[in-house]
Nanobody, 116 residues
Framework: QVQLVESGGGLVQAGGSLRLSCAASGRTISSYVMGWYRQAPGKDREFVAAISWSGTYYGDSVKGRFTISRDNAKNTVYLQMNSLKPEDTAIYYC???????????WGQGTQVTVSS
Protein backbone atom coordinates (compact mmCIF):
# COMPACT_ATOMS: atom_id res chain seq x y z
CA GLN A 1 0.00 0.00 0.00
CA VAL A 2 1.24 3.47 -0.86
CA GLN A 3 1.72 5.88 2.02
CA LEU A 4 1.65 9.62 1.35
CA VAL A 5 3.30 12.29 3.49
CA GLU A 6 2.63 15.94 2.76
CA SER A 7 4.94 18.73 3.94
CA GLY A 8 5.93 22.31 3.26
CA GLY A 9 2.94 24.14 4.67
CA GLY A 10 3.15 27.10 6.98
CA LEU A 11 2.06 30.64 7.71
CA VAL A 12 2.58 33.17 4.94
CA GLN A 13 1.35 36.65 4.17
CA ALA A 14 -0.98 37.31 1.27
CA GLY A 15 0.99 37.54 -1.95
CA GLY A 16 3.62 35.13 -0.70
CA SER A 17 4.65 31.69 -1.91
CA LEU A 18 4.98 28.17 -0.58
CA ARG A 19 6.09 24.89 -2.11
CA LEU A 20 4.35 21.76 -0.90
CA SER A 21 5.77 18.27 -1.25
CA CYS A 22 4.04 14.89 -1.27
CA ALA A 23 6.44 12.02 -0.69
CA ALA A 24 5.22 8.51 -1.41
CA SER A 25 6.53 5.27 0.04
CA GLY A 26 5.58 1.63 -0.33
CA ARG A 27 5.57 1.60 -4.11
CA THR A 28 6.25 3.88 -7.01
CA ILE A 29 3.64 6.46 -7.94
CA SER A 30 5.09 7.15 -11.37
CA SER A 31 2.24 5.32 -13.08
CA TYR A 32 -0.47 7.21 -11.22
CA VAL A 33 -2.24 10.43 -12.02
CA MET A 34 -1.52 12.45 -8.89
CA GLY A 35 -3.60 15.23 -7.47
CA TRP A 36 -3.60 17.87 -4.78
CA TYR A 37 -6.74 18.64 -2.77
CA ARG A 38 -7.50 21.02 0.06
CA GLN A 39 -10.03 21.33 2.85
CA ALA A 40 -10.82 24.59 4.57
CA PRO A 41 -12.56 24.69 7.97
CA GLY A 42 -16.24 23.91 7.61
CA LYS A 43 -15.96 23.13 3.90
CA ASP A 44 -15.76 20.01 1.78
CA ARG A 45 -12.47 18.82 0.38
CA GLU A 46 -11.91 20.34 -3.05
CA PHE A 47 -9.75 19.60 -6.05
CA VAL A 48 -6.73 21.86 -6.54
CA ALA A 49 -4.53 20.36 -9.24
CA ALA A 50 -3.57 17.11 -10.96
CA ILE A 51 -0.75 15.85 -13.14
CA SER A 52 -0.94 13.03 -15.66
CA TRP A 53 1.28 11.77 -18.44
CA SER A 54 -0.35 14.19 -20.86
CA GLY A 55 -0.58 17.37 -18.86
CA THR A 56 -1.63 19.30 -15.81
CA TYR A 57 -5.05 20.38 -14.61
CA TYR A 58 -6.11 23.06 -12.14
CA GLY A 59 -9.14 24.19 -10.25
CA ASP A 60 -10.47 27.53 -11.41
CA SER A 61 -9.55 29.27 -8.17
CA VAL A 62 -5.83 28.46 -8.50
CA LYS A 63 -5.22 28.68 -12.25
CA GLY A 64 -2.29 30.91 -13.07
CA ARG A 65 -1.06 30.91 -9.46
CA PHE A 66 -0.31 27.26 -8.61
CA THR A 67 1.90 24.79 -10.49
CA ILE A 68 1.92 21.03 -9.97
CA SER A 69 4.97 18.97 -10.86
CA ARG A 70 6.49 15.60 -10.08
CA ASP A 71 9.89 13.96 -9.71
CA ASN A 72 9.45 10.27 -10.38
CA ALA A 73 13.03 9.51 -9.33
CA LYS A 74 12.17 10.87 -5.87
CA ASN A 75 8.64 9.44 -5.88
CA THR A 76 7.42 12.92 -5.00
CA VAL A 77 4.82 15.37 -6.23
CA TYR A 78 5.05 19.13 -5.66
CA LEU A 79 2.70 22.08 -5.58
CA GLN A 80 4.24 25.50 -6.08
CA MET A 81 1.84 28.12 -4.77
CA ASN A 82 2.38 31.76 -5.69
CA SER A 83 0.34 34.90 -5.11
CA LEU A 84 -1.33 33.27 -2.14
CA LYS A 85 -4.63 34.62 -0.89
CA PRO A 86 -6.34 34.28 2.50
CA GLU A 87 -8.94 32.04 0.84
CA ASP A 88 -6.17 29.55 0.06
CA THR A 89 -6.00 28.78 3.78
CA ALA A 90 -6.68 25.06 4.19
CA ILE A 91 -5.15 21.69 4.89
CA TYR A 92 -3.60 20.41 1.68
CA TYR A 93 -3.53 16.72 0.76
CA CYS A 94 -2.23 14.68 -2.15
CA UNK A 95 -3.61 11.46 -3.55
CA UNK A 96 -3.54 9.21 -6.57
CA UNK A 97 -6.51 9.71 -8.87
CA UNK A 98 -8.43 7.30 -11.08
CA UNK A 99 -11.33 8.69 -13.04
CA UNK A 100 -11.41 11.86 -10.91
CA UNK A 101 -11.65 9.75 -7.74
CA UNK A 102 -8.89 9.69 -5.11
CA UNK A 103 -8.00 6.07 -4.49
CA UNK A 104 -5.46 5.92 -1.67
CA UNK A 105 -5.73 6.46 2.05
CA TRP A 106 -5.39 10.13 2.86
CA GLY A 107 -2.23 11.33 4.59
CA GLN A 108 -2.19 13.80 7.45
CA GLY A 109 -2.02 16.76 5.11
CA THR A 110 -0.08 19.98 5.57
CA GLN A 111 -1.59 23.19 6.92
CA VAL A 112 -1.36 26.34 4.83
CA THR A 113 -2.41 29.59 6.48
CA VAL A 114 -2.41 32.84 4.53
CA SER A 115 -2.76 36.04 6.52
CA SER A 116 -4.20 39.23 5.07
Amino acid sequence: QVQLVESGGGLVQAGGSLRLSCAASGRTISSYVMGWYRQAPGKDREFVAAISWSGTYYGDSVKGRFTISRDNAKNTVYLQMNSLKPEDTAIYYCNAVVGDVPILNWGQGTQVTVSS
